[in-house]
């Protein structure tokens, strides 16, 4: 089966770095995804590995180990606008590019 | 804007009547798939279209049905909605054609039965 494990929640004061990790068994893997999700919104695509390293957009950076089946997201210069649920999700790869989305971690900035 | 657009954003039926989700998109992807999301949990896929092929996931109940009649609408049937049915349910789309394959989602449609 598919499982992704996240911590359930994370606090951190503005303007710090927050690391969200992700680890993942599953039965197909062609990348690991980021969806940040507000309360009561929708998810929006943050960021995508599909080769071991690092990728830097902005404040925000993914890193994936294949071999290790683990990523983590990494956020720098928290706003409280940051304060939001984060979800890995693997890509499985089959038709139609399926995504298992893991537990979600509740990201919340304080002052 | 290109978008993912879900009508109505709040649905409140009663426990065993039919309810229908709307979801259309101005993306021209050539995927579509409808999650259902429950409180402090994460999306659940329930199917996708591939084009106009139809793909259910092994768990997803008989009570949730689909119909896609044209690339830019996709319909999530709910046949006799219980009280465990209830949850926000997302509609996303795909283009499937390279790079990251990112989802794009729409901004749901909470489901309440009475």
């Known amino acids: 089966g598919q499982s992704l494990e996240q911590p359930s929640e994370v606090t951190a004061v503005e303007g710090a770095i927050v690391q969200i990790n992700c680890t993942y068994q599953?039965?197909?893997?062609?990348?690991l995804s980021w969806y940040q999700q507000h309360d009561g919104g929708a998810p929006t695509f943050l960021s995508y590995n599909a080769l071991d390293g690092l990728e830097e957009t902005g404040r925000f950076s993914s890193f994936l180990s294949r071999s290790d089946s683990y990523g983590y997201l990494l956020l720098q210069e928290l706003q409280m606008k940051d304060s939001a649920s984060y979800f890995c999700a693997v890509r499985d790869g089959g038709g139609g590019n399926k995504l298992t989305f893991g537990t979600g971690t509740q990201l919340k900035v304080e002052l | 804007d290109a978008m993912v657009i879900q009508n109505p954003r709040y649905q409140v039926t009663q426990f065993g009547k039919p309810v229908t989700l709307s979801c259309s998109q101005t993306?021209?992807?050539?995927?579509m798939y409808w999650y259902q999301q429950k409180s402090s949990q994460a999306p659940k896929l329930l199917f996708h279209y591939y084009d106009k092929d139809f793909n259910n996931e092994a768990d997803t109940p008989d009570n949730f049905q689909s119909r896609r009649p044209n690339t830019s609408f996709c319909f999530l049937d709910i046949r006799s909605p219980g009280l465990g049915d209830a949850a926000m349910y997302l509609c996303?789309?795909?283009?499937?054609?390279?790079?990251?394959?990112?989802?794009?989602f729409g901004p749901g449609t909470r489901l309440l039965v009475l």
């Open positions: 993306l021209n992807h050539n995927v």
């Open positions: 599953t039965s197909g893997f062609y990348g």
């Open positions: 996303a789309t795909s283009s499937n054609g390279g790079g990251e394959e990112t989802q794009y």
